[in-house]
């Protein structure tokens, strides 16, 4: 079992930065990629990013590309995404998952999530 515990999140002006982390616990050994996810009220989870923990290779939905970057520390067991030049549209909860994945991509279903930390962006 792996346990996710998100934090960051909060309320800032369009144009503004946050970043959130997501604390990876328990037998992180079997994972090998890690993502954020995010839902709005009244939509769909969205894949955001995801990265491969071993080499770090990344990728990202086309509506955050160039203003948010997904970044790991292995060491401590820490998973980041900044997320700069913030929308009223990237309001959301957003979510840290992880799992063993074939191909590393912020989409389809992970083994473990966390429980969500509320962005809120306003105009």
């Known amino acids: 079992q792996v346990q996710l515990v998100e934090s960051g999140g909060g309320s800032v002006q369009a144009g503004g930065s946050l970043r959130l982390s997501c604390a990876a616990a328990?037998?992180?050994?079997?994972?090998?990629?890690m993502a954020w996810f995010r839902q709005a009220p009244g939509k769909e989870r969205e894949g955001v990013a995801a990265?491969?923990?071993?080499?770090?290779?990344?990728d990202y939905v086309d509506s955050v590309k160039g203003r948010f970057t997904i970044s790991q520390d292995n060491a401590n067991n820490r998973l980041y995404l900044q997320m700069n030049s913030l929308k009223p549209e990237d309001t959301a909860m957003y979510y840290c998952?992880?799992?063993?994945?074939?191909?590393?991509?912020?989409?389809?279903?992970?083994?473990?999530w966390g429980q969500g930390t509320q962005v809120t962006v306003s105009s």
């Open positions: 328990g037998h992180t050994s079997t994972i090998d990629c």
């Open positions: 998952a992880a799992g063993s994945r074939w191909t590393c991509r912020p989409s389809g279903d992970f083994a473990y």
């Open positions: 990265i491969r923990t071993e080499g770090g290779s990344t």
